[in-house]
């Protein structure tokens, strides 16, 4: 994607641009309110085109779609664990939610010195413990607990589960 | 719920009804496309439906 596709203002229609702000939530309840505030927008005939719900964004949703803040606080009147508003004028762009979008490699997850049952495949059911990982392809190298020999076995980081971290890492 | 692991939609079925993949239960994250054909958002993950994505799965 281009910049200019990022920074450029889409056209809305209206006089309020379409960006990216965040409604406060309650702790522990994002996920509820992004669905729920997506079934209202629909109701409602609303100008959001999406409502992200990161993880690590505790407290706070990110609502994509022209910021009218009349019809935004009308929106989200009476909504159950929604605290409202985060006031100012500074937009959020894409640029900076990305790395809550960005899909992470499979294998982020993974540790060597951790232990993994392998999920499918030859080895499906084996245990084994992650000697290497290699992130770009995501691939690991294990060693199987059930082999008389160990020797090192390289698959695909999503075929396998941790079941047990290293604590020593 | 149940995450794609292809393409991440959310559902309670048991093979997901976009694109007949394998389901997860370890998903993290969720992005409520509201209108696909107009959202950054859904343009930036490559999703061309309405509904309720993961933005994690394993
Ligand atoms: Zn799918």
């Known amino acids: ?169 | 719920m149940l995450a794609c692991k292809k393409c991440m939609f959310l559902t309670e079925q048991e093979k997901c009804p976009l694109c007949g993949g394998e389901l997860s239960k370890e998903w993290q994250g969720m992005v409520v496309i509201v209108d696909h054909e107009s959202s950054e958002v859904a343009k930036h993950m490559g999703i061309r439906a309405n509904g309720k994505f993961a933005l994690k799965v394993r």
């Open chain 1, 1 to 169: 994607m281009s910049t200019e596709e990022q920074t450029a203002p889409a056209d809305t229609g209206s006089e309020f641009p379409r960006t990216i702000f965040a409604i406060k939530t309650a702790l522990g309840h994002e996920k509820t309110v992004a669905e729920n505030l997506g079934n209202k927008a629909k109701r409602k005939g609303a100008q959001i085109t999406s409502i992200i719900a990161p993880t690590k964004l505790r407290g706070y949703v990110l609502i994509e779609g022209v910021k009218n803040e009349k019809a935004i606080e009308e929106l989200i009147k009476g909504m159950q664990y929604v605290h409202g508003m985060v006031g100012g004028e500074k937009d959020i762009s894409l640029k900076e939610i990305e790395h809550y979008l960005a899909p992470k490699p499979i294998v982020a997850d993974i540790t060597e010195g951790d232990i993994v049952e392998i999920i499918s495949g030859p080895f499906k059911g084996e245990k084994a413990r992650v000697k290497q990982i290699d992130a770009a392809k995501e691939e690991i190298t294990v060693e199987l607990f059930e082999a008389m020999v160990s020797i090192p076995v390289t698959i695909k980081g999503d075929v396998v589960r941790v079941i047990e971290r290293d604590e020593n890492r």
